[in-house]
């Protein structure tokens, strides 16, 4: 049996979870990390319910985090030091965050991934991109996601910036005007990127690019916390398996 912590559950992405573990006979929702006692009534009785790092009790193979920025790195440092291997959801980790969490994981031989976006047409969509880059080497990013979303540039967007730095892109002309009060831009490893929060969207990236007298726009469309459960499945499937911590799905994809 593959027992799972899961921090995070009531939130969207946790409710959606749950419903995937309960599909798999050889998974247990052993445990949750919540902020609130109010949400714990929905839970099954094997369930332990916490609300706090130092409450946490028993042995679990794997700390599955979809909570929230200003709390992801104390509860990965947490469950690695516990020898809990993390897969974390949650976005708005550091590039130094990760550093020491990676260093901890290494440390401790507890791997786990760090998944920006487990949807699987998302990590296909920053693959596509990071090809491209070595190509059509003007880039930016435009991300459209739902007004609950706490942080801009999401998770996704950071990481493909990094990818398409890492193949010699750039923003030739970044655009400085100042945009409405939904939307963002940052200049993120030398790709701006453009965030939007607007209603019906759930999650949604376009990767653009400028030759002379041509362009390329790679999208990719989440029209559902659906779309990110069968990356969830391929992570929980593999995370105990790990003595690194990876960062991006791809590394469980067999993606070169
Ligand atoms: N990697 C991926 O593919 C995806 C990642 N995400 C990321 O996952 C995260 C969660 O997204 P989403 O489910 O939409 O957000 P929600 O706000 O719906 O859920 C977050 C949950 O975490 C809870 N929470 C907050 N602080 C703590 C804490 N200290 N301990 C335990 N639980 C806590 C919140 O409780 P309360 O509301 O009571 O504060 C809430 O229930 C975000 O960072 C998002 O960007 C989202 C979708 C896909
Ligand atoms: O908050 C969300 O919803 C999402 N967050 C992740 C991110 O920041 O990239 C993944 C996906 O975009 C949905």
Known sequence: ?????????AGKMGQAIQQV????????LSAVLLHH??????????????????????????????TRPETVFQNAAWAIEHHIHPIIGTSGLTDDQIQTLQQAALKAK????IAPNFSISAVLMMYFSGL?????????????HHPDKVDAPSGTAKMTAAILAQAGAATAKPD???????SQSNLVDG?????KRQAGYVAYQSVNF??????????????????????????????????TLLVGLDKMMGLK
């Open 1 to 9: 049996m593959k027992t799972i912590l899961l921090a995070g559950a």
């Open 21 to 28: 573990i309960a599909k798999h006979d050889d998974w247990q």
């Open 37 to 66: 006692p109010s949400a714990q009534s929905a839970f099954p009785a094997e369930t332990k319910i916490f609300y706090k790092l130092d409450e946490i009790q028993g042995d679990y193979d794997v700390w599955l985090d979809v």
């Open 110 to 113: 507890t791997g786990g991934i």
């Open 132 to 144: 491209a880059a070595k190509f059509m080497s003007n880039a930016s990013i435009e991300e459209i």
């Open 176 to 182: 400085d005007r100042r945009l409405d009060g939904q």
């Open 191 to 195: 790709i701006q990127i453009i965030s």
């Open 210 to 243: 400028a030759n002379d007298y041509e362009t390329l726009s790679i999208a990719q469309n989440s029209l559902d916390r659906k779309s990110f459960m069968s990356g969830v499945q391929l992570a929980i499937k593999n995370a105990d398996q790990q003595t």
